[in-house]
């Protein structure tokens, strides 16, 4: 059996995909170990998590830098400190600058809540909503420096109902999210999927295009 996945995972709110990840990590359904957790925002509930589960919490106040540089250059030294696998962004909510990315390049990888390379960056749920789309959903891709536009690994997508609004569109994607970003990270411990910045790989083969499930997929 491969070793433990070893991960750091960032985190700036609730932390309910952390939270999805322990869970599988602890149903022994995920072939990882979380070193530890670290959050731009000290009131984050998600470093409340780690800490129930006897999980290293870090909180490291970007509004106590200087700079976007000099904050980026700590948080890569405690994230080096661990010497991780995978970093892994759960609902970090910084834009990461470039050296950082640059230097766990391959090793880093987002999930977003759109089906990319549709509606990048923020309120993708209502712009789905406005732009009359007919399904939604979400995507995990790989970290490069041009913001949500790495390779995208996994999508899950469901259908936009005449009754959605933001909200409920948001409650699906919660549910995909918390379903597949455990599922990618298996793929991940068991070396069928390497997450290459330039050319991911999907059981030796180069994956093309994203690996697709839908919101009625089972496990």
């Known amino acids: 059996m491969k070793p433990p996945l070893d991960l750091v995972v960032l985190i700036s709110g609730k932390g309910s995909n952390l939270q999805a990840i322990i869970d599988r990590i602890e149903a022994g359904d995920l072939n990882g170990r979380i070193r530890t957790v670290i959050s731009n925002r000290p009131d984050a509930y998600g470093l409340e998590r780690a800490r129930r589960h006897g999980i290293e919490a870090i909180a490291l106040d970007h509004r106590a830098f200087p700079d976007r540089e000099s904050f980026d250059h700590r948080l890569q030294q405690e994230i080096d400190r661990h010497a991780p ?121 180069p994956l093309t295009r994203p690996r697709q499930i839908d919101d009625e997929s089972k496990d």
Request: aromatic share 6%; glycine share 8%.
């Open 85 to 205: 696998d995978l970093i892994v962004l759960a609902g970090y909510m910084r834009i990461l600058s470039p050296d950082l990315i640059e230097h766990f390049r391959g090793r880093m990888i987002n999930i977003h809540p759109s089906l990319l390379p549709r509606y990048p960056g923020l309120h993708t749920h209502q712009r789905a909503l406005d732009a009359g789309d007919r399904e939604h959903g979400i995507s995990i891709h790989v970290v490069t420096p041009e913001l949500d536009a790495g390779p995208v690994l996994l999508q899950g997508r469901f259908p936009i109902e005449p009754q959605d609004d933001a909200e409920s569109l948001q409650q699906k994607a919660h549910r995909l999210e918390h379903r597949l970003y455990p599922r990618l990270l298996q793929w991940i411990a068991e070396g069928r999927l390497v997450p290459d910045a330039e050319q991911p790989l999907f059981d030796g083969k």
